[in-house]
């Protein structure tokens, strides 16, 4: 989560003491009972899944899918669903729980997952949006048995599993009357009357102003007698206004649960001595959310040449821009785009041949403008009488432009620091700070030189998630044209073909083996170059709440507040002075829990016969 996070600034006096600020309204909430969260809101709109922008905390805390995905267990928590059967290689039957009701009353059904999955593609936006690229049929075969059919000519297990398990279901019974009037009254519906709201999640919308969203627990929540209830009664959203304040605010103990970036925030507990915490105690303190690149965009002709990529590649100051503009949060990104802090995905690296090919022990580019300028002068890049180089059909290389949106000061420090090597190397590279609406524009529709974006994150399709997000020619379309994806506009079929056979393969030998092919033409091409991982924003205050997962406990994968996977960590924490109880049903089943692995669900239709 970036850009400014909004807010004002709260006041607590006792750990049960009402909280009751005039300037966020009529609501008073004890305040051991709430839990306060910092990064997660940033203005509140609606709370229908089919609006643009949902308020956060519609997919979060009100409306559940059939299974969670957990990142850092790669398994699957069964919530609305109960268990899972493979009818054959393609089809996946989905046992939903008996006991599983909406908040009226209304058991949720099959029906209410076929409705959701069909009303997405009427609409053309909601739960589950582009399913039907991946998809054949979602069909009801009994009230609480729901078939999802896999698409024969686009073979693809992991988009199927991913819309199939973790799409956010809706009341059919409140939505199907909107449809009859008109896609257009379904995008109107704003469900923003607590009183009216129909959720299957453990909360619903109890307060909100402009100041503040809070949602309350729903005591009677169906899921009571499997999951228990979670601790906190309240989930209050501040709106802030000034980062600043939003980081003073959570400081004080006045917010406990944050998932923003706070310079230097190992300061917070060790000069100051304040009872936070993150992910690890050492840096780099956070988890990797995911790949950040360097995008060179092919709509420029003189950064079409590999040479010049290269050159690029060697020229960024990796350490340096992880130690002084992101403190330490994160670690250099292998350059075969696999997120090689999760032990679990070097298996899918070619470590020998990265090796070779940037000669480096960890198979990584280490910064070398001595080597840089070798591959331009070898390339035929002269250098002109002002140091920019030309190239060999006689244009000067630049004026180039690197650019993140105005604010984002960490990425703003890294941009300056790579136009300043770039320049070093011959290129003329400057820097540009634009407002996140035009910086957006840009990167979508391909308008840019180098940008600094970022790509997906662990996961159970990791590292397919990345590789299809930032090269598959499948999501290619013309300069000018808003796409998301494929941002550097990289048109190459090969890779598309390798992409489809990854994805409609159950083998893990046959996926290595393609993996690999895929990360010699990444070092080849370079459309993009991999630069760091981006932390997961996880904070937490434990002035009045305690037992958040970390390092040292880890029962949950760190999720910020605003993170899809969030909801299990209000389970496992209680307020200060009571001890913390870690849900059983965090764990995987051979270990008495509710988690299924990720291979056990391919495996499964591995060995089921073919349709």
């Not at 973790?166 to 939505?175: A, E, G, L, N, S």
């Not at 920019?388 to 984002?408: H, L």
């Not at 035009?438 to 397919?464: C, E, K, M, N, Y």
Request: proline share 7%; charged share 20%.
């Amino acid at each position: 989560m970036r850009g400014k996070v909004l807010g004002v600034l709260l006041t607590v006096l006792l750990l049960t003491l009402l909280f009751v600020p005039s300037t966020l309204g009529q609501v008073s909430l004890p305040r051991n009972e709430t839990v306060y969260t910092v990064g997660a809101l940033w203005s509140a709109t609606t709370y229908s899944l089919y609006a643009p922008s949902a308020t956060y905390g519609t997919e979060h805390f009100m409306y559940l899918p059939l299974f969670i995905y957990s990142n850092m267990k790669d398994g699957w928590l069964p919530v609305i669903a109960e268990s899972f059967t493979a009818v054959n290689k393609t089809t996946l039957r989905v046992k939903i729980r008996d006991i599983a009701k909406w908040s009226d009353g209304t058991p949720i059904t099959a029906q209410d997952v076929e409705f959701t999955f069909n009303c997405t593609k009427e609409v053309g936006f909601g739960p589950g949006n582009g399913w039907w690229d991946y998809i054949k049929s979602v069909k009801a075969v009994d009230n609480k048995t729901v078939e999802f059919v896999m698409r024969p000519d686009a073979q693809n297990y992991a988009s199927f599993l991913g819309y199939a398990l973790t799409t956010r279901i809706v009341p059919k019974h409140v939505y199907e009357p909107l449809l009859k009037k008109g896609v257009q009254a379904v995008k109107d519906f704003q469900n923003d009357d607590p009183a009216k709201q129909v959720v299957s999640g453990p909360y619903k919308l109890y307060y909100t102003d402009p100041n503040i969203v809070v949602y309350g627990r729903i005591d009677d929540w169906w899921g009571k007698s499997v999951f228990g209830l979670p601790v906190p009664k309240y989930i209050a959203n501040v709106i802030y206004r000034d980062n600043a304040v939003a980081n003073l605010d959570f400081e004080k103990g006045n917010a406990d649960w944050a998932g923003v970036f706070i310079p230097d925030v190992s300061s917070l507990w060790k000069t100051k001595k304040l009872p936070i915490g993150t992910w690890f105690k050492d840096k780099p303190y956070f988890m990797p959310d995911g790949l950040d690149l360097l995008y060179i965009s092919y709509y420029n002709p003189l950064l079409k040449d590999p040479a010049v990529r290269k050159a690029i590649a060697y020229a960024i100051p990796y350490k340096e821009m992880l130690d002084k503009a992101y403190f330490g949060y994160g670690n250099q990104a292998h350059p075969s785009m696999v997120i090689d802090d999760f032990e679990a995905y070097h298996e899918y690296i070619d470590h020998a041949y990265a090796r070779y090919y940037w000669g480096s022990p960890d198979g990584k580019p280490k910064t070398d403008l001595k080597k840089a300028n070798e591959i331009l002068d070898k390339a035929g890049y002269k250098k002109g009488k002002d140091g920019i180089r030309i190239s060999p059909d006689g244009k000067r290389m630049g004026t180039f432009t690197i650019q993140v949106p105005n604010g984002w000061t960490d990425w703003m420090m890294m941009c300056e620091m790579m136009a300043a090597n770039m320049r070093a190397i011959g290129l003329d590279v400057k820097t540009e700070f634009p407002d996140f609406s035009v910086w957006w524009t840009r990167w979508t529709q391909g308008t840019f030189d180098f940008i600094l974006g970022w790509s997906a994150g662990p996961g159970f399709d990791h590292p397919w998630n990345v590789y299809r997000l930032v090269l598959d020619p499948a999501l290619y379309k013309p300069f000018g044209q808003d796409q998301y994806g494929n941002f550097e506009r990289y048109n190459n079929p090969e890779v598309g073909k390798l992409l489809d056979k990854i994805a409609a393969t159950l083998d893990p030998k046959v996926k290595r083996t393609l993996f690999f092919q895929i990360q010699r033409i990444i070092y080849r091409d370079l459309p993009a170059i991999p630069l760091f991982y981006g932390a997961h924003w996880y904070e937490y205050n434990e002035t009045v709440w305690t037992g958040w997962p970390n390092a040292e406990k880890p029962w949950w994968f760190p999720a910020a507040p605003w993170s899809g996977y969030a909801l299990p960590v209000l389970f496992g924490i209680a307020p200060k002075g009571q001890t913390p109880k870690v849900p059983t049903w965090v764990e995987f089943k051979a270990k008495g829990g509710l988690l299924i692995p990720t291979n056990d669900i391919l495996n499964a239709l591995a060995k089921a016969k073919a349709k």
